[in-house]
C-alpha cells in the first residue's frame, strides 16, 4: 500500500507537541482588533489545543498515525 501525502495547507498551520495533542491560533485575532477588549486580546494570543475527537483525524492527514 502507498504511502499517505501529508495535508501541507494542515501542516503550515498547526503543531504537534510530544504528548500528541494539537497546538492551533485562535480565530478572530487578524484584524479589527480596535473594538476587542485588552483581556480577550491577549487570550485570542495564545495558542489553543484542538479538541480531544478530531486529533486523530488531524493526525492522519499529517501523516503522524
Known sequence: ???LKTNKGLAKRVG?????KI???KAFA???M??????RERKLKRTGLVAKG???T???AL???
Not at 504537534?16 to 500528541?20: A, D, L, Q, R, T
Not at 480596535?34 to 483581556?39: L, N, R, Y
Open 1 to 3: 500500500m502507498s504511502k
Open 16 to 20: 504537534v507537541s510530544p504528548n500528541g
Open 23 to 25: 497546538k492551533r491560533k
Open 30 to 32: 487578524g484584524h479589527l
Open 34 to 39: 480596535s473594538g476587542k477588549t485588552g483581556d
Open 54 to 56: 478530531f486529533t486523530r
Open 58 to 60: 488531524l493526525l492522519r
Open 63 to 65: 501523516g503522524k498515525v
